[in-house]
């Protein structure tokens, strides 16, 4: 009897013991978050490119500010058509805590003390709206990219640094190629999370070149 006690006694600091540690081998199967690691990063990229970088085509003549009609072959071509699909496609990528922050600064103005910082880089136009961007994707004539590299994940460098109450941080080698064909290598960090049965990424994934390496 005191021998079962005892064992079941080691049993229990075992489970403690993991629980405070986040013991990894039995929290997750590494070639799993492997694989969804990199799909969802293939994904992240044009998510980055739409709300980061040069953004949604416009149709029409070239206007220094104000909106414009969303290209309807590049929405097409992505499975788009309004504002409710555009986040669709974001929270299948991005977990919620991540897209809501990019919706929040993308999808809405930003303003300090009633003083409006940076207009909805994008915005669902209602059909009383008329003519022909009545019920249509508009865009942000001119808004400012924030990354024009092109980002090159080696995934076989994927590397699993840590696992923690559900959210797991993996390293992984990335060529940041700059428009002037420059190149440098870099380890990036991200991390995952699993929410509603996937696994999401919680980290942006667009890296900068870095001109004073």
Not at 59 to 87: C, H, Q, R, T, W
Not at 156 to 167: A, F, I, M
């Amino acid at each position: 009897m005191k021998a079962i006690k005892s064992l079941i006694g080691l049993m229990l600091v075992f489970a403690l013991s993991c629980a405070l540690l986040s013991c990894s081998s039995s929290e997750v199967d590494e070639e799993e978050v492997k694989t969804a690691a990199k799909e969802l990063i293939e994904g992240s990229f044009i998510i980055n490119e739409i709300f980061y970088g040069n953004g949604i085509p416009t149709v029409g003549e070239e206007e220094p500010e104000g909106y414009k009609e969303a290209d309807p072959v590049f929405l097409s071509k992505y499975g788009l058509s309004d504002i409710e699909s555009l986040k669709n496609m974001t929270k299948k990528v991005y977990s919620t805590a991540m897209s809501d922050a990019i919706f929040r600064t993308k999808l809405s103005a930003v303003s300090d003390n009633g003083v409006i910082i940076s207009y909805a880089r994008y915005y669902q136009s209602s059909e009383e709206d008329g003519g022909d961007v009545g019920g249509k994707l508009m865009v942000l004539s001119g808004a400012e990219a924030l990354f024009d590299e092109k980002n090159e994940y080696i995934y076989d460098t994927l590397t699993v640094e840590s696992v923690k109450n559900g959210r797991v941080t993996l390293s992984v080698d990335v060529n940041v190629i700059n428009s002037e064909e420059k190149s440098q290598k870099v380890t990036n960090n991200i991390t995952l999370v699993y929410e509603n049965d996937a696994w999401r990424l919680d980290t942006l994934t667009f890296i900068k070149y870095n001109n004073h390496k």
